[in-house]
């Protein structure tokens, strides 16, 4: 005999409809198991999340006719994953958060759980890691004005500077493909000399989260990072990797990091924008210039779309103030000190 406990009394009493057609029995039924143990706001709060649930699937998957006394034993894993892209395009708009998505999946969670070992079902379901870890996290947008005067500090220590400018080259090519392609810190230490491609443009950025992908780099872009390449051999590589240390072994992460940590103290004198703002910053433009979606997840290493989809929550018309109109290093006109042009 199922328990309809409170929770059946408190919907009836808040629909004032005693004509209403009963709830799916085998929701009310977890929802009382739930109330053995659990606090009641978090079941009063699974039971809503399920009751979204159910309706969603009654709307768009009429073939699964679900009712009353459906057990849910003909849902698969591809409607929950619907229901899942649904909510997160809701919270995209800013219709609800996505904190609050993480607390939908986890009482879908907690419900195929509870079925599975009732041997209704053998569905398996786990929210997104992505949405617990970044449910409260900030968009690090980094402003156009920031990214000109960075690149502005760059070339300022390179005129200025009377020793050998190599590492700044080096420096700069780091930080223009970030700014260029948003790859990762990893991926710039996992580059070799085999995996650019100067004459066409292009680059092969590698890692174990996103694989492989090849980009297209800006003509500027290259500029630098060809200059870097005539230099290269003045590190004494020890290896093929493209970006070395001053001991001709390749960079680390943390060798990434300190370089955007020394332009940032020579711009702004601390630590503002970081390779993760910069991404941050890439993802956001390519969506707000209304690329598709699942090809700015795929040029940005994202194996899932919905992690894309995060930063589709700026307004318009913030990102008409602050998108890049153009390259900003074609601010740059003159010559190295070694003569050579710095545009083409």
Not at 27 to 55: A, E, G, M, P, R
Not at 65 to 91: C, G, M, P, T, W
Request: glycine share 4%; hydrophobic share 30%.
């Amino acid at each position: 005999m199922i328990n309809y406990s409170l929770f059946h009394l408190l919907d009836q009493k808040k629909n004032h409809n005693p004509n209403k057609k009963l709830e799916n029995l085998k929701i009310l039924d977890f929802v009382s198991y739930l109330d053995n143990f659990k606090k009641f706001s978090q079941t009063i709060n699974n039971k809503k999340h399920l009751k979204t649930f159910y309706k969603y699937l009654k709307e768009h998957f009429p073939n699964l006719k679900l009712d009353e006394q459906s057990d849910f034993s003909n849902v698969r894993l591809h409607h929950i994953k619907e229901f899942e892209k649904y909510q997160l395009e809701r919270a995209s708009f800013k219709k609800i958060s996505k904190k609050y998505v993480y607390s939908i999946s986890r009482s879908l969670r907690m419900f195929f759980d509870y079925l599975r070992k009732k041997g209704i079902t053998n569905i398996k379901y786990a929210p997104p890691s992505f949405l617990q870890r970044n449910s409260n996290r900030a968009n690090e947008y980094v402003e156009e004005i920031d990214i000109r005067l960075m690149i502005d500090s760059f070339f300022k220590e390179i005129s200025a500077t009377n020793r050998n400018p190599k590492f700044l080259y080096r420096n700069l090519a780091i930080f223009l493909i970030v700014l260029n392609t948003g790859c990762r810190p990893i991926e710039v230490c996992n580059l070799s000399t085999s995996d650019i491609w100067l004459s066409e443009g292009a680059i092969l950025l590698r890692s174990k989260k996103s694989g492989k992908r090849k980009l297209k780099l800006d003509r500027e872009v290259v500029y630098y990072l060809k200059h870097y390449c005539e230099i290269r051999h003045t590190f004494n590589p020890k290896s093929n990797i493209l970006f070395l240390k001053k001991d001709g072994e390749g960079m680390y992460q943390r060798n990434i990091y300190k370089v955007f940590q020394g332009v940032n103290k020579k711009t702004f004198n601390k630590m503002i924008n970081s390779p993760k703002s910069l991404r941050h910053t890439y993802i956001t433009n390519a969506l707000d210039s209304l690329n598709d979606i699942r090809k700015v997840a795929e040029a940005a290493g994202h194996k899932i779309w919905s992690s894309t989809d995060y930063y589709r929550y700026r307004s318009t018309e913030r990102l008409k103030n602050n998108t890049i109109e153009y390259d900003p290093t074609g601010l740059y006109e003159g010559e190295f000190e070694d003569g050579h042009s710095k545009k083409n």
